[in-house]
């Protein structure tokens, strides 16, 4: 039988605190893994993409995920598609997740972490792109460290507004303003430009940009990232479909930091950049996590797919 786990169910069964001690065991152990993760994109005769992540593999977990998802960026949502659970052992399809929010729960929870780590003072924490992975950043971060005020940009006021009335923030009319209050700043964009260039920026400063995961986009711009200490979660990863295509070398990975190999910065005055491709393992982490909690509660629908 196979455990179905729509946005709902996830939704319900997971906690950020949880999903982040799951995500900073990972980030500590997935390089013990001699399986390397792949990323396939491939662009499609539609207005979108088709990418699939796989294997996802940590040390202690009996288990593999493989993802497929749909990026549609003029789609409401823009990302769609499911997470194949499989049994290490035999290969059982365990469960069936929906991957947006999977997808959502891993990055944001995992951006939070590398954040937290490399960032100095959080007295104003800015979004750029109020989406599902900012509001994930948020709650992550807030169970990671005491957060200041809060400011907000994104092209739809609409939805600006509400992610400020959420977590009792402010909305500004431009990505440039949000960097000039903030100290921490927190973008996740399907921007193609650069929204931000060492200008708009000071000495101090951290950054998190969630828009490098495909070749094209970019939020930061390559002066920005030159100057800074760029932390990303893969390096091969990174290097050919991430930020420092764009500019910057990586100095260190997030792994190496939770590990204590890499300070994240050296003082008050670096810039810090984490820029993530995100990881297949990633994926494992919260899926097995959702799989455990929703099997122990009864939470979700078993099918049988072979019937």
């Given amino acids: ?9 996830v939704e319900t069964v997971l906690e950020p605190e949880v999903c ?39 040390p202690g977990i009996p288990a593999y995920t493989v993802k497929v998802n749909a990026k549609f960026p003029g789609a ?46 959080a007295d104003v924490v800015g979004v750029i792109g109020a989406g599902a992975q900012a509001e994930l950043m948020v709650r992550g971060l807030r169970v990671l460290r005491p957060l200041g005020a809060l400011v907000v940009h994104d092209t739809s006021a609409e939805r600006a507004a509400e992610f400020a009335a959420r977590h009792g923030g402010r909305v500004l009319s431009s990505a440039a303003e949000v960097a000039l209050v903030s100290d921490v700043v927190l973008s996740a964009t399907w921007s193609r430009e650069p929204l931000l260039s060492l200008a708009d920026t000071r ?23 030159d100057a800074s200490v760029v932390v990303v979660d893969d390096r091969p990863l990174a290097v050919s479909t991430g930020v420092p295509a764009g500019g910057g070398i990586a100095a260190a990975t997030l792994g190496e ?34 799989y455990e909690r929703a099997g122990r509660e009864g939470t979700g629908q078993r099918v049988d797919l072979l019937a």
Avoid: N
Wanted: aromatic share 4%.
């Fill in 257 to 290: 930091v939770v590990r204590g190999d890499h300070p994240g910065r050296s003082s008050d005055t670096d810039r810090t950049v984490y820029a993530p491709v995100g990881l297949p393992w990633q994926d494992l982490a919260v899926a097995w996590t959702a």
């Fill in 20 to 58: 982040l001690d799951a995500l900073r065991h990972g980030f500590r152990t997935a390089h013990s893994v001699p399986v390397p993760g792949q990323r396939v994109r491939t662009d499609l005769p539609f207005p979108g993409t088709a990418t699939a992540l796989m294997p996802g593999l940590l």
């Fill in 1 to 9: 039988m196979t455990l179905l786990l729509t946005r709902g169910d």
């Fill in 203 to 225: 000495p101090g400063q951290h950054f998190t940009s969630l828009g490098v995961d495909e070749p094209g986009k970019a939020e930061l711009a390559a002066d920005l990232l």
């Fill in 76 to 121: 409401r949502p823009a990302l769609r598609g499911v997470i194949c659970l499989h049994s290490g052992t035999d290969g059982e399809l365990l469960a069936l997740l929906d991957s947006a929010t999977v997808t959502a729960w891993r990055t944001g929870l995992a951006a939070a972490l590398g954040t937290h780590l490399p960032a100095g003072r």
